[in-house]
């Protein structure tokens, strides 16, 4: 079983940054995708950016990219998500998902194929 922990949200201003870490515990497998997916109240969950852990290629959310950077940390099995210039609309839960690779590989945005889930961790910018 593999746990996921989010950590790092909270409320910020328009145009300010957050930076989100998800850590990966358990029994953990190799090799997977690990990602972020966010959910605003009354709307369906969303994909927003994705790592691929054997290549580190990184993938975006058109509404996302060139602000936001996910990263990774190897030997922490750890997931980082940098948010820049946020926006009012990039409020939302923030959901750490990882799935095996090669299941996962090429339907990255889909959050049907990810079997790991952490609890979420709330962003809110304000305007």
């Known amino acids: 079983q593999v746990q996921l922990v989010e950590s790092g949200g909270g409320l910020v201003q328009a145009g300010g940054s957050l930076r989100l870490s998800c850590a990966a515990s358990?029994?953990?497998?190799?090799?997977?995708?690990m990602s972020w997916f966010r959910q605003a109240p009354g709307k369906a969950r969303e994909f927003a950016a994705a790592?691929?852990?054997?290549?580190?290629?990184?993938y975006y959310a058109d509404s996302v990219k060139g602000r936001f950077t996910i990263s990774r940390e190897n030997d922490k099995d750890t997931v980082t998500l940098q948010m820049n210039s946020l926006k009012v609309e990039d409020t939302a839960v923030y959901y750490c998902?990882?799935?095996?690779?090669?299941?996962?590989?090429?339907?990255?945005?889909?959050?049907?194929?990810?079997?790991?889930w952490g609890q979420g961790t709330q962003v809110t910018v304000s305007s």
């Open positions: 998902a990882a799935g095996r690779e090669y299941y996962v590989e090429g339907r990255y945005n889909d959050a049907t194929t990810y079997v790991y």
């Open positions: 358990g029994r953990t497998f190799w090799p997977y995708y």
């Open positions: 790592i691929r852990w054997s290549t580190g290629s990184t």
